[in-house]
Every structure is written in structure tokens, then in C-alpha cells.
């Protein structure tokens, strides 16, 4: 059943959403860590192989029907994450990838909107242009001597992500981190496989005989933080309120990646960055802020007419 418009999120999920956010900007820095260590598919089914192991081993499967796990593996762990890296590995830098990723937002709704009949309304759908606005200005604002096809290759990321989030909402899943365990396990093999096919055996072997403890520390907090504990709760909070709802507070996302950028990776933050970042936390406030109409704040302060009409 599509949601009405009207639903509401919890105080405590929307401190949930912005947290994810948060650590998701953050990754875009570790990611540049990894990826200076590791080829991208090497990087990529190395974080997803430890997600699943050893974990899917002591985790049931989720009542999820098959299709929907494998459709999420493929959308996000291979597609998705794969796309990212290489765009990044090809020059486009953490905070403007962290940023230029949030247009899943825009293929999260459109496609929430045609194939779940969900139905955002006009306050949610004029916040989510208001923050499209912001990214467009922070992204105007960082320069044009990024490579065409890196960027391209993050726009792509961003189309994957979009397919993901509903998948997400169609498959349901009530226990999130055992799904995203099991989404990692089937995701793990087929990344394994493109590494060795695009890279090569001789290549991702020097890489891991090579590894800085830098390398082994990014991969573990790219498949336990940002994988497993990122998108368990980002895949509960989509089930939970559907995938127009809760994709806007992805948009929060670069700007803790672009903060983190400055801070760790010394790349420079400029007004539009900050003016693009205003755009993005009003719009993303707008939409999900719900003010009750003046007739229902004087009912319940006053108590409405039909109960007063029942009382009598």
C-alpha cells in the first residue's frame, strides 16, 4: 500500500537517519585510505566478504524471498560501491564523490514513485528540490578539472543506489542487519570473481601481500561500520517509513564528507560549500517536518467539537 504523506518520523529515527549520514561521510575519507592501498574491486569485495564472514554463519536468513537479496546484492554491493570506488580511484575526490552520490535521492523518489505507487507530497517534494538545489551549487562551486568519466561513474553509483533503496522497501525485511549480512554474502562471490577477471590474480595478491596496517583498518570500518551497521539501520528506517521518506536524509551525507575531507584530507571548503549545505539541511527539514494544521492545534487544545458533541 503506498504511504500517505502525512507520516511522521520519530524524533529518535531521525537522530538514527543523520547518524548514519554522518558515519557515511565520514567512509568517503577512509575509502580514499583504502583505495590507496587496494585496486577498487580488490577493495570493494574485500569489504563485503568480511560483512558476511564469519558472520553468516551464525545469523539465520532473513524471510526475505531470494530475488529481493540478490537484487540488493547487485544493486549495491556490486554495482553501486564498485562504480564508486572507480570514480573515485580515477580522481574524483571524497568530499565532491560524497556529494555528487546524494543525487540518489532524486532516483530514489522518481523510482519509489512509479514502480512502489508511493506518494511524496508537495512539501516533501519541494524540500527535496530545494536540497537538489544545494548540491548542484556546492558541486558548481568546486571546479571543473575533475575527469568526465569519474564523475560519470559516481552519477552511476548514485542511479545503483536509487535501484537499491527500493529494492529495500520491496523486500521488507523486519531484521535489517541479518539481511544486510546475507546481502554481503551473495554480493562477496560475484566482486571476487570481477576482481580477479579485471585486475588479475598476480595484481591482487602484491596488494595484499603489501598491506599497511592504514589498508587493513580501512577495510575493517568500511564492512563493519559503514556496511553492516550503516545500511542495517538505513534498511530499517526505509522499511519502516518507505524509501521517499527516509532517501532525503541522505542528502546530509556530503556535508560530513566534505567536512571530514577538510579536516583529514586538507581539500578546501569554499562559501558555496557552506551556502550549497545550508540549502541541503532546510530542504531536507522541510520535507520531513511536520506542522499540524491550525484546526488540529486548536482541537487538541481545546478538544475537538465531535467529542465535546459524543460527551454531551
Known amino acids: 500500500m503506498p504511504r ?18 554522518a558515519l557515511w561521510g565520514v567512509n568517503f575519507v577512509v575509502i580514499r585510505v583504502g583505495l590507496d592501498h587496494f585496486p577498487p574491486l580488490l577493495f570493494n569485495a574485500l569489504r563485503f566478504t568480511l560483512a558476511a564472514v564469519p558472520a553468516v554463519f551464525f545469523v539465520g536468513r532473513p524471510r526475505v524471498p531470494w530475488r529481493w537479496i540478490l537484487a540488493v546484492a547487485l544493486a549495491l554491493g556490486v554495482t553501486k560501491f564498485s562504480l564508486l570506488f572507480a570514480g573515485m580511484a580515477a580522481g574524483m575526490p ?20 512509479f514502480l ?33 568519466g569519474a564523475f560519470a561513474l559516481v552519477i552511476a553509483a548514485a542511479a545503483a543506489w536509487g535501484v537499491s533503496n527500493v529494492a529495500t522497501r520491496k523486500a521488507g525485511a523486519t531484521d535489517m542487519l541479518r539481511f544486510m549480512v546475507w546481502v554481503s554474502a551473495l554480493a562477496s562471490p560475484w566482486l ?16 595484499l601481500r603489501s598491506v599497511p596496517l592504514s589498508g587493513v583498518l580501512a577495510v575493517l570500518f568500511v564492512a563493519g561500520a559503514a556496511t553492516l551497521g550503516g545500511f542495517a539501520a538505513w534498511g530499517h528506517l526505509i522499511s519502516r517509513y518507505g524509501a521517499s521518506t527516509i532517501a532525503p536524509f541522505a542528502m546530509l551525507v556530503p556535508l560530513f564528507g566534505i567536512a571530514s575531507a577538510a579536516l583529514f584530507l586538507d581539500e578546501r571548503v569554499r562559501p558555496t560549500d557552506v551556502l550549497g549545505g545550508l540549502l541541503v539541511i532546510g530542504g531536507v527539514l522541510a520535507g520531513l517536518v511536520s506542522i499540524p494544521a491550525r484546526g488540529v492545534r486548536q482541537d487538541r487544545l481545546h ?10
Open 4 to 21: 500517505p504523506d502525512d507520516d511522521r518520523v520519530k524524533p529518535r529515527d531521525i537522530a538514527l537517519a543523520v547518524g548514519v549520514a
Open 116 to 148: 512502489l505507487k508511493e506518494r511524496p507530497g508537495r512539501r516533501r517534494v519541494a524540500g527535496l528540490a530545494v536540497a537538489a538545489v544545494g548540491v548542484v551549487v556546492v558541486a558548481v562551486g568546486v571546479g571543473t578539472d575533475v575527469p568526465g
Open 192 to 207: 571476487i570473481l570481477l576482481s580477479l577477471l579485471v585486475d588479475g590474480p598476480t595484481t591482487d595478491l602484491e596488494a
Open 303 to 312: 478538544g475537538s467539537p465531535g467529542r465535546a458533541r459524543a460527551a454531551r
Open 94 to 113: 571524497a568530499g565532491l564523490s560524497s556529494l555528487v552520490l546524494q543525487s540518489q535521492a532524486i532516483f530514489t523518489v522518481l523510482l519509489a514513485v
